[in-house]
């Protein structure tokens, strides 16, 4: 069977914000498993039920990592000599279609199997989270890409302090992929489609997406009469 897939190659950057509404993509993956240092999965379901405008809410590390993309990726092939062909499309999972893959690449390796290819940028100071491995949140946005596209296999490039780089594989683990599945279907279909507000995690992106919500305080107060009750 094959995946359905939605072209985003002509899209502008807010038509394609707006696509990504419609399902849960691989960068929603950690937020929804509560491992996700930037996002909160109270502001993911905000977004993704309308609750908060459609804006480009990146940042220069978000700007600088689109910038670098291609020459992370040509720098792969060149160490490599794998060569890596831009999908320009989501692609979506057969059994819950609101699980797509935005991926930025797909490798064909030396035995002929397809992969998945994920760019990245790291600034200096996170040059000690890659030396100990993929820093988790990328591990299950690739997890969630292979779920999607039934491939077994991801190559993950980082350019790091904008001097090192690094490239490393990373196998499709199905105990991990049946997990983040449970979640991103509990998230959707019991949240989402049902506007039923998840439960608050106790993570540090949702402490201050908290604190950033409500940080404007009522500063007036009220005095009661004596004789309420």
């Known amino acids: 069977m094959r995946r359905k897939m939605t072209p985003t190659g002509n899209l502008t950057r807010e038509e394609w914000l707006q696509l990504r509404r419609n399902g849960i993509g691989g960068s929603d993956a950690s937020v929804i498993m509560g491992k996700n240092p930037y996002r909160s999965i109270l502001q993911l379901w905000e977004e993704k039920t309308g609750k908060l405008p459609v804006t480009d809410n990146g940042n220069e590390f978000t700007y600088w990592g689109n910038v670098m993309e ?11 000599g794998l060569k890596v062909r831009q999908k ?3 692609i979506f999972h057969e059994e ?3 699980l797509f893959a935005d991926v930025d690449g797909i490798v064909t390796d030396e035995r002929g199997e397809k992969c998945i290819f994920e760019a990245k940028t790291a600034s200096q100071y996170k ?14 946005q690739v997890q969630h890409y292979l779920a999607v596209c039934g491939m077994n296999k991801a190559y993950i490039a980082a350019l790091i302090g904008g001097n090192k ?11 991990l992929i049946e997990e983040l599945i449970v979640k991103e279907k509990e998230f959707w279909e019991e949240c989402v489609l049902t506007d039923t507000e998840p439960v608050v995690d106790d993570s540090e ?3 201050e997406y908290l604190n950033t919500k409500y940080s404007n305080s009522v500063a ?4 009661l009469n004596v004789d309420m009750k």
């Open 70 to 80: 291609p020459i992370i990726r040509k720098e792969f092939m060149n160490r490599t």
């Open 88 to 90: 320009h499309a989501m």
């Open 96 to 98: 819950y279609p609101y």
């Open 127 to 140: 040059a000690d989270q890659w030396e100990n491995g993929v820093p988790e949140e990328y591990v299950l």
């Open 165 to 175: 780089f690094v490239y490393t594989i990373i196998y499709r683990d199905d105990s």
């Open 205 to 207: 992106a949702t402490q």
């Open 220 to 223: 007036s107060t009220i005095q």
